[in-house]
């Protein structure tokens, strides 16, 4: 693979592919300001601990190349793409609301971009050693982490939410140290790109600094843009259609994460995807007794980026790129109504459509606005599992029988405060004369059986520490079918067990 700013169309002769791919690398046209090429460090004897058979279909990888010692070499690190010159990208960002100034790749190496069967991708390695980004970390990821980041990034796809995908987890007996030693492994991420918000908050803090604007601050607006958002040229203020662009699709993203339970974790602006992807999956995890004010990080002692906070840190985020972009724009109040036109209308159709979705209702009334904030009020009071409740409706007729409702009645203590709401809810059914059997078939593909607890991934990982790999498989294989029956794997549908109130994810997980 050829990547260089002055010649990127070369093709690579490698028996990986079947074919051989095109391999631009439109990142690499950048000036090298932007990135720092380098090797990656590797791992000593690495092995096969999974692979996604979607995602190697992205970057068409079929059958035998999986099984290839080369695959494993590759994406160990250990050993180049022909003509390839990998890098890791700098950029700065908010932490915890607070600036940290430069980060940037500090254990992840690009190594190109692959043009696929279904558009380009960039293929990143996490954890295959330091970069000049690294400040005072050791550049590599752990198999405990990067499990966790394997499995969720697949079944966010399965879920049909905005994501970056992982190929595979190459594993070794390298120490690492963490809180305890662990082993290392390198998880290989896809993504159309992996600029974020923080990509552009970097140049735009050099340009105060020299009391003018960076030139790299428009290379990178007018890459993306010509990349990834060419309806914003023709626009009278490309720069404000682009952060109006990156606003709707960060709304559509937080909606989907709301709807469907998902809590990031850790939403600083350098883990914001400038093409709304949920990027970067650390101390993540997904609501099981419904608690608006959970926090999934053990890192986050303020609960800056608990639930029920998602949407407005996203907003937050939103207006700290604005303030990146503003030397391109040159209004405040252009650079403001972007943002309020692009996320809050984007956040809140796409929410409400989900919802309405989960809940089984087609036609619009107007009191279902109303009707949504009780129902998750109802959650808040009664603390039911929020996956198998919305499940479990998805079951329930329209009219109550004797045990018809027995499979949620059971989520609460107190059932006649169940039944009053499943009354209310079958009164809004009738409505608009819902179809029995044409609602629950909605309903089943609105509303997942299957989702990542982090009681599942830690069994996956407790096994992989014993170089059984079998329980990562199965999951992926659950989960990326979440919204189907699945018998087989019914056992991942079940209530998280006493122990699993125990677990505790950080910024470290």
């Given at each position: 693979?050829?990547?260089?700013?002055?010649?990127?169309?070369?093709?690579?002769?490698?028996?990986?592919?079947s074919?051989?791919?095109?391999l631009?690398?439109?990142?690499?046209?950048?000036?090298?300001?932007?990135?720092?090429r380098?090797?990656?460090?590797?791992?000593?004897?690495?092995y096969?601990?999974?692979?996604?058979?979607?995602?190697?279909?992205?970057?068409?990888?079929?059958?035998?190349?999986?099984?290839?010692?080369?695959?494993?070499?590759v994406?160990?690190?250990?050993?180049?793409?022909?003509?390839?010159?990998?890098?890791?990208?700098?950029?700065?960002?908010?932490?915890?609301?607070?600036?940290?100034?430069?980060?940037?790749?500090?254990?992840?190496?690009?190594?190109?971009?692959v043009?696929?069967?279904?558009?380009?991708?960039?293929?990143?390695?996490?954890?295959?050693?330091?970069?000049?980004?690294?400040?005072?970390?050791?550049?590599?990821?752990?198999?405990?982490s990067?499990?966790?980041?394997?499995?969720?990034s697949?079944?966010?796809?399965?879920?049909?939410?905005?994501?970056?995908?992982?190929?595979?987890?190459?594993?070794?007996?390298?120490?690492?140290?963490?809180?305890?030693?662990?082993?290392?492994?390198?998880?290989?991420?896809?993504?159309?790109?992996?600029?974020?918000?923080?990509?552009?908050?970097?140049?735009?803090?050099?340009?105060?600094?020299?009391?003018?604007?960076?030139?790299?601050?428009?290379?990178?607006?007018?890459?993306?843009?010509?990349?990834?958002?060419?309806?914003?040229?023709?626009?009278?203020?490309?720069?404000?259609?682009?952060?109006?662009?990156?606003?709707?699709?960060?709304?559509?993203?937080?909606?989907?994460?709301?709807?469907?339970?998902?809590?990031?974790?850790?939403?600083?602006t350098?883990?914001?995807?400038?093409?709304?992807?949920?990027?970067?999956?650390?101390?993540?995890?997904?609501?099981?007794?419904?608690?608006?004010?959970?926090?999934?990080?053990?890192?986050?002692?303020?609960?800056?980026?608990?639930?029920?906070?998602?949407?407005?840190?996203?907003?937050?985020?939103?207006?700290?790129?604005?303030?990146?972009l503003?030397?391109?724009?040159?209004?405040?109040?252009?650079?403001?109504?972007?943002?309020?036109?692009?996320?809050?209308?984007?956040?809140?159709?796409?929410f409400?459509?989900?919802?309405?979705a989960?809940?089984?209702?087609?036609?619009?009334?107007?009191n279902d606005?109303?009707?949504?904030?009780?129902?998750?009020?109802?959650?808040?009071?009664?603390?039911?599992?929020?996956?198998?409740?919305?499940?479990?409706?998805?079951?329930?007729?329209?009219?109550?029988?004797p045990?018809?409702?027995?499979?949620?009645?059971?989520?609460?203590?107190?059932?006649a405060?169940?039944?009053?709401?499943l009354?209310?809810?079958?009164?809004?059914?009738?409505?608009?004369?819902?179809?029995?059997?044409?609602?629950?078939?909605?309903?089943?593909?609105a509303?997942?059986k299957?989702?990542?607890?982090?009681?599942?991934?830690?069994?996956?990982?407790?096994?992989?520490?014993?170089?059984?790999?079998?329980?990562?498989?199965?999951?992926?294989?659950?989960?990326?079918?979440?919204?189907?029956?699945?018998?087989e794997?019914?056992h991942?549908?079940?209530?998280?067990?006493?122990?699993?109130?125990?677990?505790?994810?950080?910024?470290?997980?």
């Open positions: 693979m050829r990547m260089t700013s002055t010649d990127i169309t070369d093709t690579v002769q490698t028996p990986l592919w074919k051989q791919p095109s631009p690398n439109t990142f690499a046209r950048l000036p090298e300001t932007f990135y720092t380098l090797t990656p460090a590797g791992l000593p004897s690495p096969l601990v999974a692979v996604s058979d979607d995602a190697a279909h992205l970057l068409g990888l079929e059958g035998n190349a999986l099984a290839l010692q080369e695959f494993v070499d994406f160990a690190g250990n050993q180049p793409l022909p003509g390839g010159a990998p890098l890791a990208a700098v950029y700065s960002g908010h932490q915890f609301g607070v600036w940290a100034g430069q980060l940037g790749d500090g254990r992840a190496h690009l190594l190109g971009e043009q696929g069967p279904h558009g380009a991708w960039e293929i990143q390695l996490k954890g295959a050693g330091r970069t000049p980004y690294s400040r005072m970390g050791d550049g590599r990821a752990v198999l405990r990067s499990i966790r980041e394997f499995l969720c697949e079944a966010m796809a399965g879920l049909g939410i905005p994501t970056t995908r992982a190929l595979c987890i190459v594993g070794a007996d390298l120490p690492v140290r963490r809180e305890t030693i662990e082993t290392a492994a390198v998880v290989t991420r896809l993504s159309p790109s992996f600029v974020r918000f923080g990509s552009f908050e970097h140049w735009a803090a050099q340009g105060v600094n020299e009391n003018a604007p960076k030139p790299e601050l428009k290379q990178l607006a007018d890459y993306v843009i010509d990349t990834f958002m060419p309806e914003s040229r023709d626009h009278s203020s490309p720069y404000a259609s682009l952060l109006r662009e990156v606003s709707r699709r960060t709304g559509v993203l937080i909606a989907h994460w709301q709807a469907v339970g998902f809590m990031h974790g850790v939403m600083n350098d883990n914001m995807s400038i093409l709304g992807l949920t990027l970067d999956y650390g101390p993540f995890g997904f609501m099981e007794a419904f608690d608006a004010a959970h926090i999934c990080n053990h890192s986050d002692h303020a609960g800056r980026y608990a639930y029920a906070r998602q949407p407005e840190v996203a907003h937050w985020n939103l207006y700290a790129l604005g303030s990146a503003l030397p391109l724009i040159g209004d405040e109040d252009v650079a403001r109504a972007a943002i309020e036109e692009g996320f809050a209308p984007a956040y809140d159709e796409t409400a459509a989900l919802i309405r989960k809940l089984g209702l087609v036609a619009t009334h107007a606005e109303a009707f949504m904030t009780s129902t998750f009020a109802f959650l808040q009071a009664h603390r039911p599992d929020y996956t198998l409740f919305f499940r479990g409706l998805s079951h329930l007729p329209n009219q109550a029988a045990h018809s409702d027995d499979a949620v009645r059971d989520l609460f203590i107190d059932r405060a169940c039944d009053a709401w009354a209310t809810w079958r009164d809004r059914l009738n409505a608009e004369q819902s179809n029995e059997a044409a609602r629950r078939t909605r309903m089943l593909r509303n997942p299957y989702v990542l607890r982090n009681w599942l991934a830690e069994n996956a990982i407790r096994k992989a520490r014993d170089k059984d790999y079998s329980e990562i498989a199965s999951l992926l294989q659950c989960l990326r079918r979440p919204y189907d029956e699945q018998p794997f019914a991942y549908a079940a209530l998280p067990p006493d122990w699993a109130s125990g677990l505790e994810v950080s910024c470290s997980s």
